[in-house]
């Protein structure tokens, strides 16, 4: 190899890797910003659910002093009835006694008076009997005998209501009321109290969640840079890979299954810097029109691909089981790329070794040239890729699916039930089923908004282009019409001269050269415009699909495999159920993900995390997986007693 192409060669391999490890920082960046935005909107659910909970409280407190606020008025008022009660009482039977003995008095000189009276009439009945005197006393008789009669009554009905005015206990009465009156005040000072002194905590609870809020608000804003940055990087080292790498890239699938497991590699198709339009028409070009007479791809090590040169990789051509080999006359697709399947047990890596689950490997791309074309080009090294990105071939656990609660729950606990297809190459105790209890709050910065952003981002990028691209193709068309409209005007005047002067001429060929460069520019522009179209179009199609759970906080596998023990549930597999039926207790100490007590009428997301459990020498060569959990049903939690299938 050329000095030349040894320097480029060199400073390919150093923007790659420094762009592949600028992505990793900035991955860990991202991640690390994850973690806080994670930890950020769990504070904020705590002090929201803190929030509920006074809320809750106050507005209880409050009613209950409001009513005993009402007790209070009516035993004030009862507390001022029994006292004027126990003081008109008193004087009423102070009243009453006088008015008995008033009474008597009149009573008894009634009764004497009839005493003479019947004196009287005795006499006259005696000496008159039958005389006009007679008739009067016994008129007088009868009368006197009436009021007598009246009189005794009147002294009787006296003395009885002396006595039962006496018998009224206004003493008791009135002690009683104040003694109510008091225990009544006793009470509102304390319920006043303690809904004082909830205020304070529904006031310190409102600036919690203030402050939780603001500090989501910004990690939000923080993992949005990240974001951005990340995405950045990663559509540089695309660039990059482009241009001066093929776009050399290992596609493993998310479910990868090393049993009949394969892998793809994408590249493009080699261009010559040179075509054959560029050498002279009578001068033999053969090589520059097929310059490539076959791809190799050739897997190595992560920790070795420094030490990989192309010498090495031209040792390993012509070994199926070393190099997998794409003639020429493999035509590309109509992108111009190249896909190769490989598949995961039929290839070894360049030290012969077989590829093993949980190695970090790099594919290296070696292009060998025709003979002619290294002639053409007075060249004869074959072409060596950089490494590509670093990938490792994992068995990804199979996820839980059909997550739903127990159809059997009892008055105070329940359970989730959920099924796993089988994993043949495993034991039961090397792997753990997890279960987290997400919550389902409003208000925070969903797991929808976070996934979409960088689609909405490249979007309105291409949206913006568009207008860009619009308003030159508009403006340009404009341009064109005009120099259209000059160049008429100027045949027209030249026509009616017997002869063009030179500066019409040289007037009219300016006109021609910048129509020809509009033209030219608005067939760029459109070209553009079409490529924007598609690609937009595109970037729509593979926009990630709308899901059940949108308003769900943001959350995902990374967060899952670094929840803390006591903030999950490990399932058990049903005994009673056939095949790989599982389910999941829940009880009064069960937590949520941030490991707070289960909330009475709230709505949480089961969520299941399929867990390696085991040794950690094979750690590396599983990949856990987590349940579709944006599209499970959310399922309110409660320890009442309910009907079937109806709560955790």
Same mark, same amino acid.
């Given at each position: 190899?050329?000095?030349?192409?040894?320097?480029?060669?060199?400073?390919?391999?150093?923007?790659?890797?420094?762009?592949?490890?600028?992505?990793?920082?900035?991955?860990?960046?991202?991640?690390?910003?994850?973690?806080?935005?994670?930890?950020?909107?769990?504070?904020?659910?705590?002090?929201?659910?803190?929030?509920?909970?006074?809320?809750?409280?106050?507005?209880?407190?409050? @009613?209950?002093?409001?009513?005993?606020?009402?007790?209070?008025?009516?035993?004030?008022?009862?507390?001022?009835?029994?006292?004027?009660?126990?003081?008109?009482?008193?004087?009423?039977?102070?009243?009453?006694?006088?008015?008995?003995?008033?009474? +008597?008095?009149?009573?008894?000189?009634?009764?004497?008076?009839?005493?003479?009276?019947?004196?009287?009439?005795?006499?006259?009945?005696?000496?008159?009997?039958?005389?006009?005197?007679?008739? +009067?006393?016994?008129?007088?008789?009868?009368?006197?005998?009436?009021?007598?009669?009246?009189?005794?009554?009147?002294?009787?009905?006296?003395?009885?209501?002396?006595?039962?005015?006496?018998?009224?206990?206004?003493?008791?009465?009135?002690?009683?009321?104040?003694?109510?009156?008091?225990?009544?005040? %006793?009470?509102?000072?304390?319920?006043?109290?303690?809904?004082?002194?909830?205020?304070?905590?529904?006031?310190?609870?409102?600036?919690?969640?203030?402050?939780?809020?603001?500090?989501? #608000?910004?990690? &939000?804003?923080?993992?949005?840079?990240?974001?951005?940055?990340?995405?950045?990087?990663?559509?540089?080292?695309?660039?990059?890979?482009?241009?001066?790498?093929?776009?050399?890239?290992?596609?493993?699938?998310?479910?990868?299954?090393?049993?009949?497991?394969?892998?793809?590699?994408?590249?493009?198709?080699? #261009?010559?810097?040179?075509?054959?339009?560029?050498?002279?028409?009578?001068?033999?070009? /053969?090589?520059?029109?097929?310059?490539?007479?076959?791809? %190799?791809?050739?897997?190595?090590?992560?920790?070795?691909?420094?030490?990989?040169?192309?010498?090495?990789?031209?040792?390993?051509?012509? =070994?199926?089981?070393?190099?997998?080999?794409?003639?020429?006359? +493999? @035509?590309?697709?109509?992108?111009?790329?190249?896909?190769?399947?490989?598949?995961?047990?039929?290839?070894?890596?360049?030290?012969?070794?077989?590829?093993?689950?949980?190695?970090?490997?790099?594919?290296?791309?070696?292009?060998?040239?025709?003979?002619?074309?290294?002639?053409?080009?007075?060249?004869?090294?074959?072409?060596?890729?950089?490494?590509?990105?670093?990938?490792?071939? *994992?068995?990804?656990?199979?996820?839980?699916?059909?997550?739903?609660?127990?159809?059997?729950?009892?008055?105070?606990?329940?359970?989730?039930?959920?099924?796993?297809?089988?994993?043949?190459?495993?034991?039961?105790?090397?792997?753990?089923?997890?279960?987290?209890?997400?919550?389902?709050?409003?208000?925070?910065?969903? %797991?929808?908004?976070?996934?979409?952003?960088?689609?909405?981002?490249?979007?309105?990028?291409?949206?913006?282009?568009?207008?860009?691209?619009?308003?030159?193709? /508009?403006?340009?068309?404009? &341009?064109?019409?005009?120099?259209?409209?000059?160049?008429?005007?100027?045949?027209?005047?030249?026509?009616?001269?017997?002869?063009? *002067?030179? +500066?019409?001429?040289?007037?009219?060929?300016?006109?021609?050269?910048?129509?020809?460069?509009?033209?030219?520019?608005? #067939?760029?522009? =459109?070209?553009?415009?079409?490529?924007?179209?598609?690609?937009?179009?595109?970037?729509?199609?593979?926009?990630?699909? !709308?899901?059940?759970?949108? /308003?769900?906080?943001?959350?995902?596998?990374?967060?899952?495999?670094?929840? !803390?023990?006591?903030?999950?549930?490990?399932?058990?597999?049903?005994?009673?159920?056939?095949? $790989?039926?599982?389910?999941? @207790?829940?009880?009064?100490?069960?937590?949520?993900?941030?490991?707070?007590?289960?909330?009475?009428?709230?709505?949480?997301?089961?969520?299941?995390?399929?867990?390696?459990?085991?040794?950690?020498?094979?750690?590396?060569?599983?990949?856990?997986?987590?349940?579709?959990? $944006?599209?499970?049903?959310?399922?309110?939690?409660?320890?009442?007693?309910?009907?079937?299938?109806?709560?955790?």
């Amino acid at each position: 190899m050329n000095s030349y192409n040894e320097n480029l060669h060199s400073s390919v391999l150093s923007s790659l890797e420094s762009q592949e490890m600028t992505k990793k920082q900035l991955s860990s960046q991202l991640s690390t910003s994850m973690f806080t935005l994670y930890y950020a909107e769990g504070a904020e659910i705590v002090a929201q659910e803190k929030l509920d909970a006074t809320t809750k409280m106050y507005k209880e407190q409050q @009613h209950i002093n409001n009513v005993v606020v009402k007790n209070k008025n009516m035993a004030d008022n009862l507390l001022l009835s029994a006292n004027q009660q126990k003081t008109y009482v008193t004087q009423a039977v102070s009243n009453m006694a006088v008015c008995a003995s008033n009474i +008597q008095i009149a009573s008894n000189s009634i009764v004497r008076l009839a005493s003479d009276i019947g004196s009287i009439y005795s006499i006259i009945n005696a000496a008159d009997y039958g005389t006009q005197i007679y008739q +009067q006393a016994l008129e007088a008789y009868n009368l006197i005998n009436k009021t007598a009669y009246i009189a005794e009554q009147t002294s009787q009905f006296a003395m009885e209501a002396t006595a039962s005015i006496s018998e009224v206990s206004t003493s008791t009465v009135a002690d009683g009321a104040k003694l109510t009156n008091t225990s009544v005040n %006793n009470l509102l000072q304390v319920t006043t109290a303690d809904l004082t002194a909830t205020t304070a905590v529904l006031t310190a609870d409102n600036d919690t969640k203030a402050k939780a809020s603001i500090a989501t #608000r910004a990690a &939000e804003g923080a993992i949005k840079c990240s974001e951005v940055e990340y995405d950045a990087s990663k559509k540089a080292y695309n660039y990059n890979n482009a241009l001066f790498n093929q776009s050399l890239v290992v596609e493993v699938p998310k479910q990868f299954d090393p049993a009949a497991g394969t892998f793809s590699v994408y590249f493009d198709a080699y #261009r010559s810097p040179f075509s054959p339009e560029d050498r002279d028409p009578g001068t033999q070009n /053969k090589g520059l029109a097929n310059p490539v007479l076959s791809y %190799n791809i050739i897997m190595v090590k992560d920790s070795k691909k420094s030490f990989f040169s192309a010498s090495n990789a031209e040792l390993l051509v012509g =070994n199926p089981a070393q190099c997998k080999s794409i003639p020429a006359s +493999q @035509h590309p697709d109509a992108k111009g790329k190249y896909k190769s399947t490989i598949a995961y047990k039929e290839l070894r890596d360049s030290d012969n070794d077989p590829l093993v689950l949980g190695e970090n490997y790099v594919a290296f791309l070696l292009i060998i040239f025709t003979e002619n074309y290294k002639k053409e080009i007075n060249t004869f090294d074959e072409y060596l890729s950089a490494p590509s990105e670093t990938f490792a071939l *994992t068995y990804t656990l199979k996820s839980a699916k059909n997550i739903t609660n127990s159809r059997n729950a009892s008055e105070h606990l329940s359970e989730i039930i959920f099924t796993v297809d089988k994993e043949e190459a495993l034991k039961s105790n090397e792997i753990d089923y997890r279960c987290f209890f997400l919550p389902y709050p409003d208000d925070i910065a969903t %797991n929808e908004d976070l996934i979409n952003f960088e689609c909405d981002i490249e979007t309105k990028e291409l949206e913006e282009e568009i207008k860009t691209v619009d308003a030159e193709i /508009k403006s340009l068309t404009e &341009e064109i019409n005009t120099l259209n409209s000059s160049a008429g005007q100027t045949n027209a005047e030249g026509t009616k001269k017997d002869k063009e *002067t030179d +500066q019409d001429k040289q007037k009219s060929l300016s006109l021609k050269s910048a129509l020809a460069d509009a033209k030219e520019k608005l #067939r760029i522009a =459109n070209r553009q415009l079409t490529d924007l179209n598609a690609k937009l179009k595109d970037v729509k199609e593979n926009s990630p699909k !709308p899901v059940k759970n949108s /308003k769900a906080f943001f959350f995902n596998l990374n967060l899952a495999e670094n929840i !803390p023990a006591g903030n999950f549930t490990s399932a058990k597999h049903h005994k009673a159920a056939s095949g $790989q039926e599982f389910n999941v @207790h829940i009880g009064s100490t069960t937590t949520d993900n941030f490991g707070n007590p289960l909330v009475e009428d709230k709505s949480y997301i089961p969520v299941v995390l399929s867990f390696y459990n085991g040794s950690e020498n094979s750690k590396a060569k599983y990949a856990n997986s987590l349940s579709d959990w $944006q599209n499970t049903t959310p399922i309110p939690y409660s320890t009442k007693e309910i009907s079937k299938s109806s709560t955790i």
